[in-house]
């Protein structure tokens, strides 16, 4: 019969830190920098008091913003670093106004509220998110 071969505690210890390391926050945001085609004409000054208006801080903590120490829905400090909104949606400018726009006609089983944006608010909200000037 052969002996199985296992690898020392201290290799496996090893690798294990080496891909944790791997997950770290130093990885450039999924959506590049600059204003893309899709957020032309967003204000993201007025995306910013939009949030604090609609009552976004009620279940979500945003940058810059103070409201309740709520964690109902995720944080939104790093939306330009998700790869999807709500879940599956693919990150991208576009699909973050969608998002905002609609989200139980993207995932039925959503608990983030229709906020009755309009699309130009929801473009400013995604330019806001997503850091663009």
Known sequence: ???IIRPAPALLGAVALMLLGACGDDRPALTPPGLPEQLAGADSA???LLVAERGCLACHTVPGLSG???QVGPALDQVPRRAYLGGWLPNTPDNLARWLLDPSAINPL?????TGLTPEEARDIAAFLLGRP
Not at 110 to 114: E, F, G, K, N, S
Request: glycine letters at 8%; a neutral charge.
């Open 1 to 3: 019969m052969h002996d």
């Open 46 to 48: 007025r995306g910013r």
């Open 110 to 114: 959503t608990a983030m509220p229709d």
């Open 68 to 70: 309740p120490a709520s």
